[in-house]
């Protein structure tokens, strides 16, 4: 017979009734950084000059990850309605996938692409409140 998990292994996977929330939010983590890095990657293959590459490099998630700290995070400091926070994400997480194709791999931008747009559709929807309640899901940012 196999072992009935506790009650803190069944929390690591359901969070708020919700489950693969924990998931998602660290894939969605996970998502935010390899964005950057893809970027990163973008702008030093970028060419023209060193000095170019350097500041597409460097600039490029530099900008990416200000606009995220200061619109998309969960405790941005301005926090746009929903329309706002998804052009912003679109901006910085969509970039990523356009970065990764412009250093020539069409098929793995395509596949970012995808992941991000599901764990992106998952996220806000789990962020919404549980049906009959008024409260966001963990994570989620106050109205």
Same mark, same amino acid.
């Given at each position: 017979?196999?072992?009935? *998990? @506790? ?11 919700? *489950?693969?929330?924990?998931?998602? /939010? &660290?894939?969605?983590?996970?998502? /935010? ?14 060419? !023209?000059?060193?000095?170019? @590459?350097?500041? &597409?490099?460097?600039? =490029? ?11 998309? $995070? +969960?405790?941005?400091?301005?926090? +746009? +309605? &929903? *329309? !706002?926070?998804? &052009? ?18 069409? %098929?793995?931008?395509?596949? %970012?692409?995808?992941? =991000?747009?599901?764990?992106? =559709? %998952?996220? /806000?929807?789990?962020?919404? +409140?549980?049906? !009959?309640? =008024? /409260? *966001?899901?963990? !994570?989620?940012? $106050?109205?």
């Amino acid at each position: 017979m196999g072992r009935t *998990p @506790s009650d803190g292994e069944r929390r690591a996977v359901v969070v708020d009734g919700r *489950p693969w929330y924990v998931a998602n /939010e &660290l894939l969605a983590f996970l998502i /935010e950084i390899v964005a950057l890095g893809l970027l990163c990657w973008w702008g030093f293959a970028s060419g !023209g000059g060193v000095g170019v @590459s350097v500041l &597409l490099g460097l600039g =490029t998630p530099a900008v990416a990850a200000a606009l995220w700290g200061l619109f998309a $995070a +969960p405790r941005a400091p301005f926090r +746009p +309605p &929903l *329309p !706002g926070v998804l &052009l912003v994400k679109g901006l910085v997480l969509g970039g990523g996938a356009l970065a990764l194709y412009g250093v020539g791999h069409p %098929v793995g931008a395509v596949a %970012v692409a995808v992941v =991000t747009l599901v764990n992106v =559709t %998952v996220a /806000e929807v789990f962020r919404r +409140p549980a049906p !009959g309640g =008024t /409260e *966001p899901a963990p !994570g989620a940012a $106050a109205p």
